[in-house]
């Protein structure tokens, strides 16, 4: 059994509608895992923004379940309260905004990368929207060989020279956007290979993608509205992807999760470690050549 557990404060689409709002969102969650990987999980939404009371409530359930699933917290409480329960726990925790959408972009990026026929390590990739979901996919990406991600968010790039108040957005000044390009998200992503969105709709145009790279591949995530609809970009991108399933190229963290907690509960893992996520879209080549996993 998983618990799946919100305090509803960033639930996809809706923003912070609390612990009621949330609750069906959760509880289809729930039904996710029995259909697609034959788990008992229980929707658990809790009535506080309070990360140690968040932290502690879940450490006193934790003996009923064999996994926790952390879903639709915000950024950045949600990086220290998976932390945390990693650290005080002996099942598995993850945050599944956090990782389970990095898994899936990363998978789906290494294939759009083939079909235009790039290499991961050769790629710009410009990633709006800076927080759970965007952060950990920049991590993922870096691990994965990508040398240059420029993080942008309202205000524009993510860059070296400017100090900020949240700590993962300081950690990001220092690890991406190699080239310190200011600007906002049209300006940064002109001669860029790949939009990757996980922020809000309606903010990139057919223009932008215009004047992207060569063979421009975007993933616009922003659900249940994408950044662009692919009606519009289709005149200019060569791979499209969204988050939505009425689209070809449906990239949605429902292909991650549920086989991450099926097999970290099939082998009685502690955690679900880095290259257990690897192993989600590892298939040990990359075209002809070897991929980056540990296998």
């Known amino acids: 059994t998983v618990a799946v557990i919100s305090d509803g404060t960033a639930v996809l689409g809706l923003g912070d509608i609390g612990p009621l709002g949330a609750l069906p ?19 658990i939404t809790l009535d506080t923004k309070n990360v140690d009371e968040i932290v502690e409530t879940c450490k006193r359930i934790a003996p009923v379940f ?13 990086f220290e309260v998976e932390e945390r329960l990693i650290e005080a726990l002996d099942i598995p ?18 294939n759009a990368a083939a079909v235009v026929g790039k290499r991961l390590e050769d790629m710009t990739i410009v990633l709006n929207g800076s927080g759970a979901a965007g952060t950990a996919t920049i991590k993922m990406l870096l691990a994965a060989g990508v040398r240059d991600v420029v993080a942008v968010d309202r205000d524009g790039a993510i860059v070296s020279d400017i100090q900020y108040d949240k700590p993962h957005w300081t950690w990001l000044s220092k690890n991406t ?11 940064v992503l002109k001669g860029a290979d790949a939009f990757i969105g996980v922020s809000a709709p309606n903010i990139l145009t057919g223009e932008d993608i215009k004047n992207m790279g060569r063979d421009p591949i975007v993933f616009a995530m922003a659900n249940p509205s994408p950044e662009i609809m692919p009606e519009a970009a289709a005149p200019y991108v060569a791979v499209m992807g969204t ?16 086989g991450l907690f099926r097999g970290a509960l099939d082998v009685r893992a502690r955690k679900i470690s880095e290259g257990m996520k690897r192993s989600t879209w590892c298939t040990c080549t990359v075209g002809a050549a070897p991929c980056a996993c540990t296998r």
């Open 66 to 78: 064999g996994g926790i699933n952390l879903e639709d917290i915000s950024a950045p409480r949600c």
């Open 25 to 43: 969102v959760m509880e289809g969650k729930c039904m996710l895992f029995k259909e697609f990987a034959g788990i008992d999980a229980w929707p």
């Open 93 to 110: 925790v993850m945050h599944d905004d956090q990782h389970g959408t990095a898994v899936v972009i990363l998978a789906a990026m290494i």
């Open 177 to 187: 956007n190699r080239e310190k390009k200011h600007g906002l998200l049209r300006d």
């Open 243 to 258: 988050g939505r399933s009425d689209y070809p190229n449906q990239v949605n963290n429902l292909l991650a999760f549920p």
